[in-house]
């Protein structure tokens, strides 16, 4: 069970997510996904016989878990003041990462060139999600926690993060993908949760590993 | 720690670089308030040289809140609060590096004031040294309450109203003290100045160790 606020929020939810693996993870408005995501990146209070993501238990220390893995919510995480350039820098600083994996993330997300020194409350929505998602590349998370990441994408960025999303679990990382595009998260996904009323109602798709994530 | 503090200072100066609203907004307001307290005591230089170490505090009591309010609204926008958690930066690290960012903004509205009080009011200072470390323990010590109430209303709705009718209070002994200190710097009381000095030191350090204590907690429920 997790706490916003202390009112329950997931009613329960028992899933096992394997090393390697894309999840898409549905459901209705409301039915916890978001929450889901946040439990599984430690920053949600948990009840529960069992939470462990990536061998850190979440009952006994949650803020453990989350320099390893990488969210991105709804909205972008950025500083609209700041240059694209800058916001790049300011997360690879925080994240202890090399300098070069700057200039390839932005590389990766058509954020080179003119983009660079633009302020990023000057970009379009889509070309702030690159930026977020630019950051994520940085980081290079271990878990990967997105919740609708094809929103506002234009074909050639939705086709980018495909790649990224398919080469990171390709790598061994593990990638859980809020989205109510549920064709979108066919191509993407080998399993898809659906989530309603804050417990797990449907699991699609074939699934015979052993976890190494474990939300209960 | 200290890296971590130092990545927060780094990254609020430079948005503040970029935005600019200290130096086009703040500061600017500030000076209106002297301004308007001339006009209000009729040009009355000796009246105005009085309480120019009340004015003093009171301007950077009013930049401080507006400062402290920002410094945490950049933080609440677009979720970038779960950002600094998700990068297992220490909440005391987060705190005291925004606290000093905010400090470095507070002494440039601090440094106008001064200005505007010499030039506006014409006062004249006897102790420089006096004035300049009250100013500087008065300045690191409201920094650091006002970033601690800044982090405690974060992302309340009713956070524009509530901050300073938190803050004021707690923030009180750094406006007695340093206006007792600026009375004696300025010529305008005999007191001991330096007594009024070292309670600023005090009550910084008590703050210090409030903030220490409370920083988890108030990152993590923020």
């Given at each position: 069970?997790?706490?916003?606020?202390?009112?329950?929020?997931?009613?329960?939810?028992?899933?096992?997510?394997?090393?390697?693996?894309?999840?898409?993870?549905?459901?209705?408005?409301?039915?916890?996904?978001?929450?889901?995501?946040?439990?599984?990146?430690?920053?949600?209070?948990?009840?529960?016989?069992?939470?462990?993501?990536?061998?850190?238990?979440?009952?006994?220390?949650?803020?453990?878990?989350?320099?390893?893995?990488?969210?991105l919510?709804?909205?972008?995480?950025?500083?609209?003041?700041?240059?694209?350039?800058?916001?790049l820098?300011?997360?690879?600083r925080?994240?202890?990462?090399?300098?070069?994996?700057?200039s390839?993330?932005?590389?990766?997300?058509?954020?080179g060139?003119?983009?660079?020194?633009?302020?990023?409350?000057?970009?379009?929505?889509?070309?702030?999600?690159?930026?977020?998602?630019?950051?994520?590349?940085?980081?290079?998370?271990?878990?990967?926690?997105?919740?609708?990441?094809?929103?506002?994408?234009?074909?050639?960025?939705?086709?980018?993060?495909?790649?990224?999303?398919?080469?990171?679990?390709?790598?061994?990382?593990?990638?859980?993908?809020?989205?109510?595009?549920?064709?979108?998260?066919?191509?993407?996904?080998?399993?898809?949760?659906?989530?309603?009323?804050?417990?797990?109602?449907?699991?699609?798709?074939?699934?015979?590993?052993?976890?190494?994530s474990?939300?209960? | 720690?200290?890296?971590?503090?130092?990545?927060?200072?780094?990254?609020?100066l430079?948005?503040?670089?970029?935005?600019?609203?200290?130096?086009?907004?703040?500061?600017?307001?500030?000076?209106?308030?002297?301004?308007?307290?001339?006009f209000?005591?009729?040009?009355?230089?000796?009246l105005?040289?009085?309480?120019?170490?009340?004015?003093?505090?009171?301007?950077?009591?009013?930049?401080?809140?507006?400062g402290?309010?920002?410094?945490?609204?950049?933080?609440?926008?677009?979720?970038?609060?779960?950002?600094?958690?998700?990068?297992?930066?220490?909440?005391?690290?987060?705190?005291?590096?925004?606290?000093?960012?905010?400090?470095?903004?507070?002494?440039?509205i601090?440094t106008?004031?001064?200005?505007?009080?010499?030039?506006?009011?014409?006062?004249?200072?006897?102790?420089?040294?006096?004035?300049?470390?009250?100013?500087?323990?008065?300045?690191?010590?409201?920094?650091?309450?006002?970033?601690?109430?800044?982090?405690?209303?974060?992302?309340?709705?009713?956070?524009?109203?509530?901050?300073?009718?938190?803050?004021?209070?707690?923030?009180?002994?750094?406006?007695?003290?340093?206006?007792?200190?600026?009375?004696?710097?300025?010529?305008?009381?005999?007191?001991?100045?330096?007594?009024?000095?070292?309670?600023?030191?005090?009550?910084?350090?008590?703050?210090?160790?409030?903030?220490?204590?409370?920083?988890?907690?108030?990152?993590?429920?923020?």
């Amino acid at each position: 069970m997790a706490l916003l606020d202390r009112f329950p929020a997931l009613a329960g939810v028992d899933l096992d997510v394997a090393a390697g693996e894309i999840v898409g993870i549905a459901g209705p408005n409301g039915a916890g996904k978001t929450t889901l995501l946040r439990a599984c990146a430690g920053l949600v209070p948990l009840r529960a016989e069992r939470a462990e993501v990536l061998g850190f238990d979440l009952l006994a220390d949650r803020r453990a878990v989350r320099r390893h893995v990488g969210l991105l919510g709804h909205r972008a995480p950025l500083y609209g003041d700041l240059r694209v350039c800058d916001q790049l820098r300011h997360c690879a600083r925080l994240l202890d990462a090399d300098a070069s994996e700057v200039s390839s993330a932005a590389e990766r997300f058509g954020l080179g060139g003119r983009l660079e020194s633009v302020a990023i409350r000057r970009l379009s929505e889509g070309q702030q999600r690159r930026v977020a998602l630019a950051c994520l590349t940085i980081a290079r998370p271990r878990l990967w926690l997105l919740d609708e990441p094809h929103a506002g994408l234009d074909s050639t960025s939705r086709a980018a993060l495909d790649e990224l999303l398919a080469g990171a679990a390709a790598a061994g990382a593990t990638v859980m993908l809020a989205t109510h595009e549920t064709g979108r998260a066919a191509v993407a996904t080998s399993r898809q949760v659906t989530l309603v009323g804050g417990r797990v109602a449907v699991v699609a798709g074939a699934h015979d590993e052993t976890d190494s994530s474990d939300v209960a | 720690m200290w890296r971590d503090a130092w990545l927060i200072f780094r990254k609020d100066l430079m948005i503040e670089r970029r935005a600019r609203i200290t130096l086009t907004q703040i500061v600017p307001t500030v000076l209106l308030i002297l301004v308007v307290f001339a006009f209000a005591f009729d040009a009355n230089a000796s009246l105005l040289g009085a309480g120019a170490g009340g004015l003093y505090w009171v301007a950077l009591l009013f930049g401080g809140v507006l400062g402290a309010k920002r410094s945490f609204d950049i933080e609440a926008e677009g979720g970038n609060l779960d950002a600094l958690r998700m990068g297992g930066l220490e909440p005391a690290a987060v705190l005291c590096g925004k606290a000093a960012a905010l400090a470095v903004q507070l002494a440039v509205i601090g440094t106008a004031t001064v200005a505007g009080l010499l030039i506006l009011y014409s006062v004249t200072v006897d102790d420089w040294l006096l004035l300049v470390v009250a100013a500087v323990t008065g300045t690191a010590a409201f920094a650091v309450c006002a970033t601690l109430y800044g982090a405690m209303t974060v992302g309340l709705r009713s956070a524009d109203t509530l901050l300073p009718l938190l803050l004021i209070p707690v923030a009180a002994p750094v406006l007695l003290a340093g206006t007792r200190a600026f009375d004696v710097a300025l010529g305008n009381s005999a007191d001991q100045g330096w007594s009024w000095t070292a309670l600023l030191a005090v009550v910084l350090v008590t703050y210090i160790a409030v903030g220490w204590a409370a920083a988890g907690p108030l990152l993590e429920d923020a």
